[in-house]
């Protein structure tokens, strides 16, 4: 089965400066990897996804992800973080399993961004 | 274009009840997938329908069941509630589904069973 792992539950960083939430993968086959935000009170929304082309992925509100094959991870990154990014931040990966495709998710991370 | 919305917003269940959620996409939009989260088990895949047939689904027990109808529209029902229900249903539309296409998640359903 595919999964995902998101290594720290928190994430701290000063406005303006460079942020990256981690994600590695363990998968059978080509991976479709995703990244999703959860604002305090809000639903989801889609940020970004990988499933095949450019190792550079680019996505809403100015974030990125690299995927990388050889260190089976995925990370998200943002070259200048801004408050209004806080947020819960889940890294997902489709899991083709036996007849029924699923999308499983990871613990999440919380971002926490400083003025 | 309206988003997705759900009803109802919150909800209040006794053990051993069962309840129905719904769920309308965005307009055009064929896919319809739901999602559970809670504190301990995180955000877990429920199942998708791709008009009006379950095209995937997750790991879940038989209570938890859906349909979907012509319209697109689609309702989740949980039969004979546990305790361990209690959580955030989201669904989410999308024009082709099975992930391929960006998803639109409504505010979903804070389901508590006491």
């Known amino acids: 089965a595919q999964s995902v792992a998101q290594p720290e539950d928190q994430v701290n960083v000063a406005e303006g400066n460079p942020l990256t939430v981690k994600c590695t993968y363990s998968?059978?086959?080509?991976?479709?990897l995703f990244w999703y935000v959860q604002y305090p009170n809000r639903g989801l929304q889609f940020l970004l996804k990988?499933?095949?082309?450019?190792?550079l992925v680019k996505g809403s509100y100015g974030f990125e992800a690299e995927f990388n094959k050889s260190q089976t991870s995925f990370h998200l990154k943002k070259p200048s973080a801004l408050v209004s990014d806080s947020a819960l931040y889940f890294c997902?990966?489709?899991?083709?399993?036996?007849?029924?495709?699923?999308?499983?998710f990871g613990t999440g991370t919380r971002l926490l961004v400083s003025p | 274009k309206a988003g997705v919305t759900q009803t109802p917003r919150y909800l209040i269940k006794t053990r051993g009840q069962q309840v129905t959620l719904s769920c309308s996409p965005i307009?055009?939009?064929?896919?319809v997938s739901w999602y559970q989260q809670t504190p301990g088990q995180g955000l877990q895949f429920l199942f998708e329908?791709?008009?009006?047939?379950?095209?995937n689904k997750g790991n879940f027990p038989g209570r938890f069941s859906g349909r979907q109808f012509s319209n697109s529209r689609s309702e989740m029902n949980v039969s004979t509630l546990e305790l361990g229900d209690s959580a955030l249903y989201l669904c989410?539309?999308?024009?082709?589904?099975?992930?391929?296409?960006?998803?639109?998640f409504g505010p979903g359903t804070r389901l508590t069973v006491t």
């Open positions: 997902a990966v489709r899991d083709e399993g036996t007849g029924f495709q699923k999308l499983v």
């Open positions: 990988y499933i095949t082309g450019d190792n």
């Open positions: 989410a539309s999308s024009l082709e589904g099975q992930w391929l296409d960006e998803q639109y």
């Open positions: 329908y791709f008009s009006e047939t379950q095209r």
């Open positions: 998968v059978s086959g080509n991976p479709y």
């Open positions: 307009s055009g939009h064929r896919s």
